[in-house]
T-cell receptor, first 114, second 116 residues
Framework: KAGVTQTPRYLIKTRGQQVTLSCSPI?????VSWYQQTPGQGLQFLFE???????NKGNFPGRFSGRQFSNSRSEMNVSTLELGDSALYLC?????????????FGQGTRLTVV | AQTVTQSQPEMSVQEAETVTLSCTYD???????LFWYKQPPSRQMILVIR??????QNATENRFSVNFQKAAKSFSLKISDSQLGDAAMYFC?????????????FGKGTRLSVIA
């Protein structure tokens, strides 16, 4: 069974640009969550999608958005990039049900904003 | 809001020895899950062990076991017979099981070094 796949693995962008990150969950998993990991703030929840609907959202500005497709693949978009957006972005997939709360993570996308 | 605290930023252990990583959490809920994740230099978060709050018995997975003290809101991870490959960041995480859409809440992590 394939794991969670995130692309690309590395990105370098300039302030003011926008970026799109992709996540393909484990087959059969309908929930995809995104987390931002930085040395200062640790792991922070961005949002969660389940069956193409955003079910939960963290405390991030509107520049951070996402979506989920019918095949459960998810994309995350950050517009008007700031230096502080430099981070490791982790995607996690799970069944998304009360009996399937284990989350499995991808290898992350390392975003550097210069 | 739930919080997770890992009070040991760094720990070290000799190869083949045992080490315990601490985690405490704060919640008013009675139903929840607790997890330990390992993040090696490859950056991928790997699920090490899980514990359902309603279960009295402590979870074990091979060399990894937990000491779950619900009343004390404590969830420590014991690694026995430590191996060089155990060196990584370890994160304790909480997830409510009241609904199916609550996010994981992570501690700040403990960096474990294994000395040969």
């Amino acid at each position: 069974k394939a794991g969670v796949t995130q692309t690309p693995r590395y990105l370098i962008k300039t302030r003011g640009q926008q970026v799109t990150l992709s996540c393909s969950p484990i087959s059969g998993h309908r929930s995809v969550s995104w987390y931002q990991q930085t040395p200062g703030q640790g792991l922070q929840f961005l949002f969660e999608y389940f069956s193409e609907t955003q079910r939960n959202k963290g405390n991030f500005p509107g520049r951070f958005s996402g979506r989920q497709f019918s095949n459960s693949r998810s994309e995350m978009n950050v517009s008007t990039l700031e230096l502080g957006d430099s981070a490791l972005y982790l995607c996690a997939s799970s069944l998304g049900t009360l009996t399937g709360l284990e989350a499995f993570f991808g290898q992350g996308t390392r975003l550097t904003v210069v | 809001a739930q919080t997770v605290t890992q009070s040991q930023p760094e720990m070290s252990v000799q190869e083949a020895e045992t080490v315990t990583l601490s985690c405490t959490y704060d919640t008013s809920e009675s139903d929840y899950y607790l997890f330990w994740y390992k993040q090696p230099p490859s950056r991928q978060m790997i699920l090490v062990i899980r514990q359902e709050a309603y279960k009295q018995q402590n979870a074990t997975e091979n060399r990894f076991s937990v000491n779950f003290q619900k009343a004390a809101k404590s969830f420590s991870l014991k690694i026995s017979d430590s191996q060089l490959g155990d060196a990584a960041m370890y994160f304790c995480a909480y997830r409510s099981s009241v609904t199916g859409n609550t996010p994981l809440v992570f501690g700040k992590g403990t960096r474990l070094s294994v000395i040969a």
